[in-house]
């Protein structure tokens, strides 16, 4: 089943934009994920932020987490055409195990108009 | 080392048929995780494997299915008696132990994209 929803489903936004994913999940966590894919392929790691933070950054990538709303939000700055894909928040318990399995949303599909 | 890797790439299989899928993780990865994903879907989880131990499976997994890690490193996944619902990409995924996935998050292959017709 799937943990949580993403928001919005699809996101269009023009070369140079910001664009603000949101995700929203149902259970306590230890980390949240986000996950990128491209058309047909694999799905590739961007951030993690672990439980107990609140803000991370990565290049152009900024991720928050809200626990106490059980939700987060990842923002690219200065998109680009190659941004164009789906992307993913996943969640896990802690690292013991199998309790570190990852549990995906539907995710969002951002288009990146050139 | 270069990744996760996933054969075949694409599978069409006729319904009733079995197929394996074959899953080879970054070397040094001691856990390898199994996801089925859906047009239009987030990925479901599978299976789990820690060194050669399968150590949960998801309800998701019948009894058609069945997944081994024999020796600690690759892993397959076998579908038998195929039904059109199990067309899907099968994802596979490694990660390190300890605090790895808490550390690095998780290297996924590009996945096997299973038709049933």
């Known amino acids: 089943s799937q943990q949580g929803e993403e928001d919005p489903q699809a996101l269009s936004i023009q070369e140079g934009e910001n664009a603000t994913m949101n995700c929203s999940y149902k259970?306590?966590?230890?980390?949240l994920q986000w996950y990128r894919q491209n058309s047909g392929r694999g799905l590739v790691h961007l951030i993690l932020?672990?439980?107990?933070?609140r803000e991370k950054h990565s290049g152009r990538l900024r991720v928050t987490l809200d626990t106490s709303k059980k939700s987060s939000s990842l923002l690219i700055t200065a998109s680009r055409a190659a941004d164009t894909a789906s992307y993913f928040c996943a969640t896990s318990g802690d690292y013991t195990g199998a309790n570190s399995k990852l549990t995906f949303g539907k995710g969002i599909t951002l288009s990146v108009r050139p | 080392d270069t990744g996760v890797s996933q054969n075949p790439r694409h599978k069409i299989t006729k319904r009733g048929q079995n197929v394996t899928f074959r899953c080879d993780p970054i070397?040094?990865?001691?856990?390898l995780y199994w996801y089925r994903q859906t047009l239009g879907q987030g990925p479901e989880f599978l299976t789990y494997f820690q060194n050669e131990a399968q150590l949960e499976k998801s309800r998701l997994l019948s009894d058609r299915f069945s997944a081994e890690r024999p020796k600690g490193s690759f892993s397959t996944l076998e579908i038998q008696r195929t039904e059109q619902g199990d067309s899907a990409m099968y994802l596979c995924a490694s990660s390190s132990g300890g605090a790895g996935p808490y550390l690095y998050g998780y290297t996924f292959g590009s996945g096997t994209r299973l038709t049933v017709v």
């Open positions: 932020i672990r439980s107990n933070e």
């Open positions: 070397s040094e990865h001691n856990r």
């Open positions: 259970t306590s966590i230890n980390n």
